[in-house]
Nanobody
Framework: QGQLVESGGGSVKTGGSLRLSCAAS????????VGWFRQTPGREREFVAV????????RYSNSANGRFTISRDDTNNAVYLQMTNLKPEDTAKYYC????????????????WGQGTQVTVTS
C-alpha cells in the first residue's frame, strides 16, 4: 500500500478553521478505516478522528467532538478533517493512516502513515 499524503495545515488564530486533506494516488481509500492523529514533540501520537467502512461511521476524541468533522470524498480519493473553533492546544503535526476494520482509536493498529501536516493555533 502506498504512503498517504496530508496537506492543508497552517497557522490560524484561536477560533479559526482549517481543512486537512489525506490523499492517496493510484488507489482508493473507501474500503479502509482512515484515522487522523496528532503529535507534539515528546508525546505519543494522539487519536483525533476516524471514518470507517462501510457506511462511513465516525468516531471522535472528546477534544475533537463538536468541533471537528471527518469525511470521505470518493470522487477525489481523499479523507478530510474539517476543524473549526481551533484552540492553541490543537497545535500539533497531524497525520492520517489506514486500518482494516472499524473505528479503532489505537494508533499502532494503523499503517501507511503520511508525512504529517503542521497545524499551529495562536492565541
Amino acid at each position: 500500500q502506498g504512503q498517504l499524503v496530508e496537506s492543508g495545515g497552517g497557522s490560524v488564530k484561536t477560533g479559526g478553521s482549517l481543512r486537512l486533506s489525506c490523499a492517496a494516488s493510484g488507489r482508493t481509500l473507501n474500503k479502509f478505516a482512515v484515522g487522523w492523529f496528532r503529535q507534539t514533540p515528546g508525546r505519543e501520537r494522539e487519536f483525533v478522528a476516524v471514518v470507517s467502512w462501510p457506511g462511513n461511521p465516525t468516531r471522535y476524541s472528546n477534544s475533537a467532538n463538536g468541533r471537528f468533522t471527518i469525511s470521505r470524498d470518493d470522487t477525489n480519493n481523499a479523507v478530510y478533517l474539517q476543524m473549526t473553533n481551533l484552540k492553541p492546544e490543537d497545535t500539533a503535526k497531524y497525520y492520517c493512516a489506514e486500518r482494516n476494520g472499524c473505528c479503532s482509536t489505537n494508533w499502532p493498529e494503523y499503517f501507511n502513515w503520511g508525512q504529517g501536516t503542521q497545524v499551529t493555533v495562536t492565541s
